[in-house]
């Protein structure tokens, strides 16, 4: 029921900053949990980001500092910014929500190819 638009992306040299989006296309009540999740090749999907409906965030050791969740829940849409961006950042980029009630419900976006050059 819930779909996720994503937005942002692309290519981007080492230090600089990119701000990816995504849009929900349901209202965000209900929804539990926003975040970023990001693959690698040859590497686990890892979780980048998340933000709960409360406003509390997470965050992954390795971006402490230089990426920022944030939403905006007029417009359903949670955002991150990335900035100070290494060669190691470089992925592909999923939106994440998460409904629990009765049953967990788990949605996911089509990802955003990040990479930083060195």
């Known amino acids: 029921q819930v779909q996720l638009v994503e937005s942002g992306g692309g290519l981007v040299q080492a230090g600089g900053s990119l701000r990816l989006s995504c849009a929900a296309s349901a209202s965000s009540f209900g929804i539990n949990v926003m975040g970023w999740y990001r693959q690698a090749p040859g590497k686990q999907r890892e979780l980048v980001a998340s933000i709960t409906s409360g406003g509390s965030t997470d965050y992954a050791d390795s971006v402490k500092g230089r990426f920022t969740i944030s939403r905006d829940n007029a417009k359903n849409t949670v955002y991150l910014r990335m900035n100070s961006l290494k060669p190691e950042d470089t992925a592909v980029y999923y939106c994440?929500?998460?409904?629990?009630?009765?049953?967990?419900?788990?949605?996911w976006g089509q990802g955003t190819q990040v990479t930083v050059s060195s």
């Open positions: 994440h929500a998460r409904i629990t009630g009765l049953y967990t419900y788990d949605y």
